[in-house]
């Protein structure tokens, strides 16, 4: 019974080529956080979305795009790949009202992507 | 500035040795919210415990117990009688009022309990 899946586990494409990751939560949950996490280091805020409203990280690159269709529901676009995206990339879910982060997060197993 | 340290790269203890995980904390918020998570090596993070500026009780949940000490800025996370199983990185993160649902993480300890 998980409740944040991320699919694939593991994604190779080449460099340049648009690759997409995917999200679903079965939690109901309002808010959906994409991260990006390379080796040793701590998990990295790419955006997020508060329901339908879309909140892009000022240093997230514009390579890097985001579409949630519906609350369940949510992608990871990746226009053209470099080598330094090579990572894992987490999708995690909360449910909050006070206009800050202060639920848990509950996150997926991750999408480890490499570039070939 | 609001940080979240954790000066502990890596612990290695034998199993069923206690341990303790240290996080030191800066903000200016008069409330906030402290957070601990495990990063098993199967990659998921795993929510442990949330604890709030506001509330200065220790925890304790089965072997795991945690100490908030507003005095000093920490929020530290023991273990006691530690299990292989608890190998894992654990991160210690602090919620930013001001930030749209950023939070601060910690660098992370990983932690290696040998059998």
């Known amino acids: 019974d998980a409740m944040v899946i991320q699919n694939p586990r593991y994604q190779v494409t080449q460099f340049g080529k648009p690759v997409t990751l995917s999200c679903s939560q079965t939690l109901n949950h309002n808010v959906m956080y994409w991260y990006q996490q390379k080796s040793s280091q701590a998990p990295k805020l790419l955006f997020h979305y508060y329901d339908k409203d879309f909140n892009n990280e000022a240093d997230t690159p514009d390579n890097f795009q985001s579409r949630r269709p519906n609350t369940s529901f949510c992608f990871l676009d990746i226009r053209s790949p470099g080598l330094g995206d090579a990572a894992m990339y987490l999708c995690a879910t909360s449910l909050e009202s006070a206009g800050y982060s202060n639920q848990p997060q509950h996150f997926g197993d991750g999408t480890r992507l490499s570039i070939l | 500035a609001q940080k979240v340290t954790q000066a502990q790269t890596e612990i290695s203890v034998v199993e069923k040795e206690d341990v303790t995980l240290d996080c030191v904390y800066e903000?200016?918020?008069?409330?906030?919210?402290l957070f601990w998570y495990k990063q098993p090596p199967s990659g998921e993070l795993v929510f442990l415990i949330r604890?709030?500026?506001?509330d200065e009780q220790n925890e304790i949940s089965g072997r795991y117990s945690w100490n908030f000490q507003k005095s000093t800025s920490s929020f530290n996370f023991t273990i006691t009688a530690s299990q292989v199983v608890d190998s894992a990185v654990y991160f210690c993160?602090?919620?930013?009022?001001?930030?749209?649902?950023?939070?601060?993480w910690g660098a992370g300890t990983k932690l290696i309990i040998k059998p």
């Open positions: 604890r709030n500026s506001f």
């Open positions: 993160a602090l919620s930013r009022m001001d930030s749209n649902y950023q939070l601060i």
């Open positions: 903000t200016r918020d008069t409330t906030y919210y």
